[in-house]
């Protein structure tokens, strides 16, 4: 793969869509309070066929083992996505509660 810089890109290209079909899933199953590692999973499967053309792509024969590696991948990609939007959404919740009430003006 590494001698032919055309499939090289085309790799790149299909791991940035399947990184991005992660985080566009993440809302859809993610309600706080399940398991990261659960969520992860369930948005994994969601972009299963973006996974698909990604190792098929990679790797041209592609065995079981093959496919079932890029998938965990997936799911350790999902799960690490999760943690951050949760600890993003965290900071944000906290920095509003730390901004001091502006006082409202007099009518």
Do not use: W
Not at 4 to 14: A, E, M, Q, S, Y
Not at 40 to 48: H, N, P
Not at 60 to 78: G, L
């Amino acid at each position: 793969m590494y001698e032919d810089p055309k499939r090289v890109t085309k790799v790149d290209k299909l791991r940035e869509q399947r990184d991005l079909c992660l985080i566009q899933n993440i809302p859809q199953f993610d309600d706080r309070s399940a398991d990261a590692k659960k969520v992860g999973d369930y948005v994994a499967m969601s972009c299963s066929n973006e996974t698909t053309k990604l190792v098929e792509m990679a790797i041209p024969y592609p065995s079981r083992h093959d496919r079932d590696t890029f998938q965990q991948e997936a799911v350790f990609r999902a799960t690490g996505y999760v943690m951050t939007a949760r600890r993003m959404e965290n900071d944000s919740l906290e920095r509003q509660r730390q901004q001091p009430q502006q006082p409202t003006p007099l009518q």
